[in-house]
């Protein structure tokens, strides 16, 4: 016999008992069905933090100035300006691995046009920081080395703030806005980059060169930064070695003993992201484990019906090696049943985790990503079950004596 | 005796071990069988004719003795070995038909090919014809039980027939059937036979026996005698007469 007929005479075998079969793959079913939908939903969540923390810049860092101490009250990062001008420019020039860095600093302000007011954060930095964070402008453009070296009354706006003051749709490029009432003329609105995973709208924004925020709107001490710097390594393996470089340098420039606390930090937004994929990775190893159980009990089950099945088609087996069926004929189509019984069950499973996730997502709004790669495990693993399931009923089944086997009642 | 017989027992001893127990269910039966004989094999229960049976048909292996089937050597042979033989040369037919349920005659006929390796086309083909001989080319797409008994026998028949086997065996095949239907069943050995078939029957009933060219009489695991007689001709019914017992069970 060949695998075509053996899988024909496997259906009809299993299409006789339509309701048992059935009830047999369900275990698969529920199982496969399961992972199929959690794996869909877990990489859209994946998906969807990568997004949020690619959103956030191009393997960031962020390093802030120091705390200050008053009398045992720690004042938190950034009391005390630590960080110079001089620090910047020596972490732009003097380290390999940094891509781009940019003073940023912040003032919450409100910012006012011809006929409507928003209070929003104004960020003084220079034309690096776009880089950094990967947010080129979409109508207009933005700033230049030369604005920020002349101090020029220019500014750069989030959709948000443009939307707010000049109304959705509308082009505010050219126009005034004023913010702390100094007139700023609009040269460029900036992509809308959405949310941050903390609700924070990165939208909401107005960006000036850096030497006009100082002058204009936010003074300070002259040599050093008050506020902190952005930094985007050369790639995303450089992260770790960018963040250790710049302790280095920091720790050299201001002559910090061996043991002393830093007297700035270094957040790494990067790790922030790796620890959150790893998050997702337990969750996939738990589903894993879930989906590894379900599947041995559905294989459990196929096992117990498929002996069911040897047992009560004894007479049926004996007839067929009557009249010629060889031991293996025999343990093939059993096997075949199995087989079918368990890729069936994955199939369905696999159709229904797509159709789950796909009917959960639409209704609370998730992500979802199909990957087939997945699927095809998912129905190989369920066909693997199914032979190592059905492989112990169907050894029995070629084994039986012939003629005992027809003399079976 | 000119040619090799085409059964040939020489010596042949079966003993189960059942624990402590010795069964001898044969011991020593030495029986040649010709081609195109219609021998019936009787005897009372326990008399050792179904494992002669058995060994005749592939379904079993003698302890000692050989047994050559058609010139070939098959006692030692392995279990695979056994089931090709049993596909190429022998036919089986059963008291209680053994019919696969919920598959038509044709498929139930076809079975025997299926394991030969002979391609759907061809199978058809043969198993179509094989109905055909034994009188059912209208049933082929009817299921055993929309069959009479006699009807499922002679699917059965024709399953047996369908490999162009050297030997039927026929282990009780009226046992399950009326008089009338049993007599049918015995016109269509005794046809099988003239066309070179060799048929075996094991039996119990007497009038069965009466049909076969020659009748072996097992007791205590021997033969007891083996005599060849004229046999009774089995009259079929006129043809296109109806058939009070087959019509029931549509």
Not at chain 1, 373 to 382: E, G, K, R, T
Request: aromatic fraction near 6%; glycine fraction near 10%.
């Amino acid at each position: 016999m060949n695998w075509l007929q053996t899988l024909r005479v496997a259906v009809r075998a299993l299409t006789r008992n339509k309701l048992r079969s059935f009830l047999t793959t369900l275990g698969m079913v529920i199982g496969v069905s399961a992972v199929i939908a959690m794996v869909a939903i877990g990489d859209g969540a994946k998906a969807r933090v990568e997004a949020a923390f690619a959103a956030m810049g191009s393997n960031m860092l962020i390093v802030l100035p120091g705390t200050s101490t008053a009398g045992g009250a720690m004042g938190g990062f950034g009391s005390m300006p630590t960080l110079t001008w001089d620090d910047l420019k020596a972490i732009q020039v003097e380290l390999p691995t940094v891509r781009a860095a940019a003073a940023q600093l912040r003032a919450t302000a409100q910012v006012m046009s011809e006929d409507q007011n928003w209070t929003t954060s104004v960020f003084g930095t220079s034309p690096e920081y776009f880089q950094i964070r990967t947010w080129p402008a979409s109508h207009g453009e933005i700033f230049s080395q030369a604005d920020v070296d002349g101090g020029t009354k220019v500014a750069v706006l989030g959709q948000t703030v443009a939307d707010k003051l000049f109304g959705p749709n509308s082009s505010p490029v050219g126009q005034i806005v004023r913010v702390k009432n100094i007139p700023f003329a609009v040269i460029g609105i900036l992509e809308k980059k959405g949310q941050s995973q903390w609700g924070q709208d990165y939208d909401d924004t107005v960006i000036v060169p850096v030497s006009t925020f100082q002058q204009k709107i936010q003074g300070g001490l002259k040599n050093v930064i008050a506020g902190s710097i952005a930094v985007s390594a050369t790639g995303a393996d450089a992260t770790a070695r960018a963040e250790n470089q710049i302790r280095g340098l920091l720790r050299d420039r201001h002559r910090l003993a061996q043991g002393a606390d830093d007297d700035f930090s270094i957040r790494n937004l990067s790790e922030i992201a790796n620890a959150q994929q790893e998050g997702t990775r337990t969750l996939t190893t738990l589903l894993a484990a879930i989906a590894a159980v379900s599947l041995l009990v559905g294989g459990i089950g196929i096992m117990n019906i498929m002996l069911v099945s040897v047992t009560e088609r004894t007479r049926e087996i004996g007839l067929r090696m009557a009249v010629g069926a060889k031991p293996s004929d025999i343990r093939l189509q059993f096997l075949v049943e199995a087989l079918t019984l368990a890729v069936m069950g994955g199939l369905i499973g696999v159709a229904l985790g797509l159709a789950g996730a796909w009917r959960l997502a639409t209704s609370f709004g998730w992500e979802v990503l199909y990957r087939p790669d997945v699927v095809l495990v998912a129905v190989l693993f369920s066909g693997l079950v199914g032979v190592v399931f059905g492989l112990y009923p169907a050894h029995k089944a070629s084994q039986l004596d012939p003629i005992q086997a027809l003399r079976f009642e | 005796m000119a040619s090799a017989p085409l059964i040939f027992l020489d010596n042949v001893v079966k003993t189960y071990v059942m624990g402590d127990v010795s069964v001898h269910a044969l011991r020593s039966v030495t029986l040649a069988v010709e081609q195109g004989e219609f021998t019936a094999i009787m005897g009372a229960s326990g008399s050792g004719k179904s494992t002669l049976m058995n060994i005749v048909g592939c379904l079993d292996r003698p302890t000692s003795g050989r047994y050559l089937l058609d010139g070939q050597e098959v006692s030692r042979l392995s279990t695979e070995q056994l089931a090709e033989v049993r596909n190429r040369t022998i036919g089986f037919v059963f008291q209680s038909f053994n019919l696969l349920s919920r598959t038509d005659a044709l498929e139930n006929v076809e079975l025997p090919l299926l394991y030969a390796g002979v391609g759907t086309a061809e199978r058809h083909r043969r198993a179509s014809e094989s109905l055909a001989k034994v009188g059912l080319a209208d049933r082929a797409h009817h299921h055993p039980n929309q069959m009479s008994g006699g009807q499922q026998q002679r699917v059965a028949i024709a399953r047996a027939l369908v490999s162009r086997p050297r030997v039927i065996l026929a282990d009780e095949p009226t046992g399950n059937l009326d008089s009338r239907t049993s007599v049918e069943v015995m016109a269509l050995f005794q046809d099988l036979g003239r066309a070179g078939i060799t048929v075996v029957l094991v039996t119990h009933e007497p009038d069965i026996a009466q049909y076969a060219s020659r009748v072996v009489v097992m007791r205590d695991g021997r033969v007891l005698s083996d005599a060849r007689q004229a046999p009774r001709v089995a009259e079929l019914p006129p043809p296109g007469a109806a058939e009070p017992g087959e019509e029931v069970a549509r």
